[in-house]
């Protein structure tokens, strides 16, 4: 992995190449607009949601998102589903998008869980399947490929924080010209601004450029690479990693409570640490237990067996 402590800003090449970096599935949902009774929903115009699956597949999986060059090994396993609620016209829609990327640990065949997020069911989008979806970070051309851009961006940053320090950092620059630019837009589209409420797009730019919570860039990092990749060598040590991963998360949350990341954080990793840390020593498990209560109370009776006396 030491190519990845080699990336400047001059990643953003956006020219498609054969080593591509994702290796993205991707469901498209339109089951709802079937059972309604709109318009433009007739069963002989199903083929628009497969060019539609097929275009988001070849936007995310055939486009040269960085310079590097990624083996098939080391391409990064995601997931994009699109939930299709309502069609107002030919080429309008109405949804919303869930994004999973997973994280394979080291001499292991386990995949952690890096990101899982469901946004607000207010996606509203374009697709007009006779023309390809276009991107230029600094342009926006279309909600679906701002969308579907920030999210890749924001992957390569939690993929790339987690195998080295601050790693991700380009990444989540780059996710912030995507939500800039979409931000501007003369249409409004609803996710890119401050206002747009807690769950916002804009919130997980915002929270992974922010020096105010860096601490966040080291949690992935100290979780995964010195935490989860060293569950073979050295489980006590990795144990103590991992809990200082969950003291850098709370270093954050005590900076500002509430951050969209740490709760992203928190939701993608508890039942994880619950299973890491059932085995181990009582004052672990006590250490482990006051940081969740801190963080989100609801969550701490999920670790109601742990010994926290």
Not at 160 to 188: I, R
Not at 209 to 220: E, P, Q, R
Request: aromatic letters at 14%.
């Amino acid at each position: 992995m030491k190519k990845f402590l080699s990336i400047i800003l001059a990643i953003m090449s956006l020219v498609t190449a054969a080593a591509q970096e994702f290796r993205c599935s991707v469901s498209v949902n339109y089951q709802k607009l079937l059972n309604s009774q709109q318009s433009y929903d007739s069963g002989g115009d199903k083929k628009v949601f497969d060019n539609m699956k097929k275009s988001i597949e070849d936007f995310v999986n055939g486009r040269k998102w960085t310079t590097l060059e990624f083996e098939q090994a080391e391409k990064i396993d995601c997931t994009i589903g699109l939930i299709l609620f309502e069609r107002t016209s030919p080429t309008d829609f109405k949804g919303q998008l869930s994004i999973q990327l997973r994280r394979p640990v080291y001499n292991s065949t386990y995949t952690s869980g890096l990101f899982n997020y469901m946004e607000t069911a207010d996606f509203l989008f374009s697709y007009n399947e006779s023309q390809p979806l276009e991107f230029d970070p600094t342009l926006f051309s279309s909600n679906l490929a701002s969308a579907l851009a920030f999210y890749c961006y924001l992957l390569l940053g939690y993929q790339f924080d987690s195998f080295s320090p601050s790693g991700g950092e380009p990444f989540f620059e780059m996710a912030h010209t995507v939500q800039e630019a979409a931000a501007s837009s003369p249409v409004e589209y609803k996710g890119w601004q401050q206002k747009d409420g807690q769950k916002a797009r804009y919130w997980f730019m915002e929270n992974h450029t922010n020096a105010a919570y860096s601490k966040l860039h080291d949690a992935y990092y100290t979780y995964h690479r010195l935490g989860l990749d060293m569950m073979t060598k050295d489980q006590k040590q990795a144990r103590a990693n991992i809990i200082q991963a969950l003291r850098y998360v709370q270093d954050v949350h005590r900076t500002r409570s509430s951050l969209l990341a740490t709760q992203q954080f928190l939701d993608v990793k508890l039942q994880e640490v619950i299973s890491i840390f059932t085995p181990a020593p009582p004052e672990e498990q006590k250490e482990v237990y006051n940081i969740i209560k801190e963080i989100s109370p609801m969550n701490a009776a999920k670790l109601k067996d742990f010994n926290t006396k």
